[in-house]
T-cell receptor
Framework: DAKTTQPPSMDCAEGRAANLPCNHS???????VYWYRQIHSQGPQYIIH???NNETNEMASLIITEDRKSSTLILPHATLRDTAVYYC?????????????FGTGTRLQVFP | EPEVTQTPSHQVTQMGQEVILRCVPI?????FYWYRQILGQKVEFLVS????????KSEIFDDQFSVERPDGSNFTLKIRSTKLEDSAMYFC?????????????FGDGTRLSIL
């Protein structure tokens, strides 16, 4: 079973920041937080990952709380193309063969 | 940007027939994975593959399934005798070898329809 909890759905106005929360209260010290998204049955698309520091790339920012029990994915200026299901996943940092366990994610709807 | 490519995009097969799904992982990646997603359900892990052998497999990956890296570029998933319940999207993924965690990058999948 997924070790994360996410709201089933969220809405966001185009051009505004989308803040997607994730709870991972049982995360262990060697587990990373990963975010993927899936647009309409395409393959999951990697967005960002982090261990304990906040991370930013060209797609998004990842804010991880100090106790690491929750995180927030931020899409700074959401567009209609960001409408997708977003998955928060924890993964063992020490094993590159470790599988991704997908939950049901958050369905983000960006509206005009 | 390099990407994982999968062929065919859609495969229709009669129940009981063998099917081979093909994947070309990102060049120089060393870890390979198959996942599947039944319509309306979660993405499920099938198998991981490294150094020419299976690293881990799920309960779904029974004796009817096999994986192979026949050459330096392809990674295949074979289902020996397909069942109706094998109908799903099948996603291939690959990741690099490196310090710390490396993300898995996915292809756009093969839609397998069993009749």
């Amino acid at each position: 079973d997924a070790k994360t909890t996410q709201p089933p759905s969220m809405d966001c106005a185009e051009g505004r920041a989308a803040n997607l929360p994730c709870n991972h209260s049982t995360i262990s010290g060697n587990e990373y937080v990963y975010w993927y998204r899936q647009i309409h049955s395409q393959g999951p698309q990697y967005i960002i990952h982090g261990l304990k520091n906040n991370e930013t790339n060209e797609m998004a920012s990842l804010i991880i709380t100090e106790d690491r029990k929750s995180s927030t994915l931020i899409l700074p200026h959401a567009t209609l193309r960001d409408t997708a299901v977003y998955y928060c996943i924890v993964r063992n940092a020490n094993d590159n063969t470790d599988k991704l366990i997908f939950g049901t994610g958050t369905r983000l709807q960006v509206f005009p | 940007e390099p990407e994982v490519t999968q062929t065919p995009s859609h495969q229709v097969t009669q129940m009981g027939q063998e099917v081979i799904l093909r994947c070309v992982p990102i060049s120089n990646h060393l870890y390979f994975y198959w996942y599947r997603q039944i319509l309306g359900q979660k993405v499920e892990f099938l198998v991981s593959f490294y150094n020419n052998e299976i690293s881990e497999k799920s309960e779904i990956f029974d004796d009817q399934f096999s994986v192979e890296r026949p050459d330096g570029s392809n990674f295949t998933l074979k289902i020996r005798s397909t069942k109706l319940e094998d109908s799903a999207m099948y996603f291939c993924a690959s990741s690099d070898l490196g310090i710390g965690n490396q993300p898995q990058h996915f292809g756009d999948g093969t839609r397998l329809s069993i009749l």
